[in-house]
């Protein structure tokens, strides 16, 4: 708003000029009670009321002192610019608490939307809004009451809950509490409160001999105990996009996936290839990798180079969209998620090597329909984290398996079979699991692997009709039945062995309710897939270790139309 403004508002400016003079010489700031309002039914950011700088939930004369106290008097850092911005020009200036007062005092000024409900601000710049469930927890809970102990540069238990990384550390993450990796509780299981360390804690549901010291129950309110059982009920989301954040690895390099809408409805699912060359001038080891993105994720899938052919330039960055095809001759699968957190900690003695500035291509999808939702939409971050190892580490190999062969009619509820050996593959050595993971989109139920002793195989290599079932319930390694997408499963230092010239056999089961045939292919909406991500070590030494079964396809983009 031009200063321009201020000359067609009378009679009421000279009147406005006066209370703001007053307002000038008040020091003191209102307090952000965040008393609800500006929440999304489902706890995500971004809501707000325009004008409540102060995030009250009212239009009071407390927001036009709020700004011009952030404006002029070095007053509380404001978590809600959009809020502040009462004409909706993309700044804060000395027009917003003029306007708030004049709608307030005189009614010559009309505060645009959203107002008087909360909701996202309808027009685009640059100001954000760092609200929701988990900005009020982490502001108003786990600041005051918990970062005495959990910030600085060596937090108890490498949880820093001060820091803007703090949705990264907690969300699917491991607790420290040898208790808690005994039950298997992470510090948040979205969804499931009783099953989230934090939270069982924070309500007393933890044996004394086991629990946090300070008693986390006298540390938090109820009020803000109930909060926090909430969030992780309603599925644990990120406030803001500035929540999806890693903090920079000690050694190695961090990856940033750019921010890019995911329009909402069917027909919109987004799939793209990012680029980006690694710094390292020689080549490095890798023993952990990290990732964390915005809900809505399908899958992320991270590449490295490996073809003899000379790689076209593409800058840092850059990205190929329209579900391009990723060439499983020219690169090598090294991580991949389909969750939106990995934290993958290598096996002792294991690695991932990584040549000098090592080309990479970071695969990721995205969807906004059925029951994966991007409201924040899309960004995502990459830690790598290097080791110098003593001596030489054992090479990471990696293994993908698709079977091409599904066709989901409707309403029917099928089970398909397949897998491979690692002989068929020409890796004629006894191997050590150090990762798994199933993929299947929204038809899947169950996802099932079984070690195979490969005796009976058909021409392709793959098991004949019938193996699953022989091999039996005790070489399952691998077990998902709870209709969601299969898990991330590290095995640590104690994976099972595959002795050598055995493989893996997998089953996977789905259920189509819908009138419609589903066939395999990329596509989360209209397309399925059935796919085992095998990570073990020996690898072989050449194309980074990376085998793919059947080899008739070129690579992850393949579609097989329906028969």
Not at 314 to 328: A, H, M, Q
Request: charged share 20%; net charge negative; glycine share 10%.
């Amino acid at each position: 708003m031009s200063a321009s403004w201020l000359l067609h508002a009378r009679p009421g400016v000279l009147w406005a000029h006066a209370v703001l003079t007053a307002c000038l010489a008040v020091t003191w700031s209102s307090s952000s009670g965040l008393r609800g309002s500006e929440f999304s039914p489902s706890g995500e950011g971004g809501w707000f009321i325009r004008g409540d700088a102060d995030q009250s939930g009212i239009l009071e004369i407390t927001d036009a002192i709020f700004t011009l106290n952030h404006l002029f008097l070095g007053g509380e850092d404001p978590y809600c610019l959009d809020a502040l911005d009462a004409d909706d020009d993309g700044q804060v200036l000395i027009n917003d608490p003029v306007g708030v007062l004049l709608t307030l005092f005189s009614g010559t000024f009309v505060i645009p939307p959203p107002r008087p409900a909360a909701g996202l601000d309808p027009t685009s710049d640059g100001l954000s809004c760092d609200n929701g469930r988990f900005a009020r927890l982490r502001r108003e809970v786990f600041v005051p009451s918990c970062a005495s102990c959990h910030s600085g540069a060596s937090p108890a238990g490498e949880l820093d809950l001060a820091d803007r990384t703090a949705f990264s550390q907690l969300v699917f993450q491991p607790a420290s509490n040898p208790a808690a990796g005994v039950a298997g509780f992470p510090r948040v299981k979205p969804g499931a409160p009783e099953e989230s360390w934090l939270y069982r804690l924070a309500a007393g549901l933890v044996d004394p001999a086991d629990s946090h010291e300070p008693d986390l129950t006298t540390l938090m309110e109820h009020e803000h105990i109930q909060l926090l059982e909430r969030w992780i009920r309603n599925g644990a989301p990120a406030s803001v996009l500035d929540d999806i954040a890693l903090p920079p690895p000690a050694s190695g390099e961090q990856i940033v996936i750019p921010h890019f809408d995911v329009p909402d409805g069917y027909g919109n699912e987004i799939q793209r290839n990012y680029y980006h060359k690694l710094k390292n001038p020689a080549s490095v080891w890798v023993n952990r990798v990290e990732f964390i993105s915005s809900p809505g994720i399908d899958h992320w899938n991270f590449f490295t180079y490996h073809s003899g052919n000379p790689f076209p330039g593409r800058p840092d960055g850059s990205f190929e969209d329209l579900f391009p095809l990723v060439s499983f001759r020219d690169w090598s699968l090294r991580a991949s998620s389909q969750s939106e957190r990995l934290d993958w900690k290598l096996p002792t003695g294991v690695g991932m090597q990584l040549g000098p500035m090592h080309q990479t291509l970071s695969q990721i999808h995205f969807t906004n329909h059925g029951r994966k939702l991007a409201p924040l939409g899309a960004k995502a971050v990459i830690n790598l984290h290097t080791f110098e190892p003593d001596p030489a580490p054992v090479p990471l190999g990696s293994l993908i398996v698709q079977d091409r062969g599904i066709r989901l009619d409707e309403g029917s509820n099928y089970s398909y079979d397949y897998g491979v050996t690692f002989a068929t593959m020409g890796h004629h050595v006894a191997v050590r699991l150090a990762a798994v993971q199933g993929h299947f989109h929204w038809r899947g139920q169950a996802f099932e692997m079984r070690l195979w002793d490969g005796l009976n195989k058909l021409a392709d290599g793959s098991p004949a009709t019938g193996e699953f079932d022989r091999m039996g319930p005790e070489n399952t390694f691998y077990l998902s039945e709870n209709g969601e997408d299969p898990p991330f499963l590290s095995f640590g230092d104690d994976g099972p062995e595959i002795p050598q010239g055995w493989g893996i056999v997998y089953r996977a089961t789905f259920l189509n309710t819908d009138d419609m045939l589903y066939c395999f292919g990329s596509r989360a909406e209209y397309q399925e897939h059935s796919i085992a991500f095998i990570y073990f070590y020996p690898g072989p030494l050449l194309r980074g270790g990376f085998l793919f079964h059947p080899p008739a396809c070129l690579g992850q983009g393949c579609t097989v139309p329906c028969f």
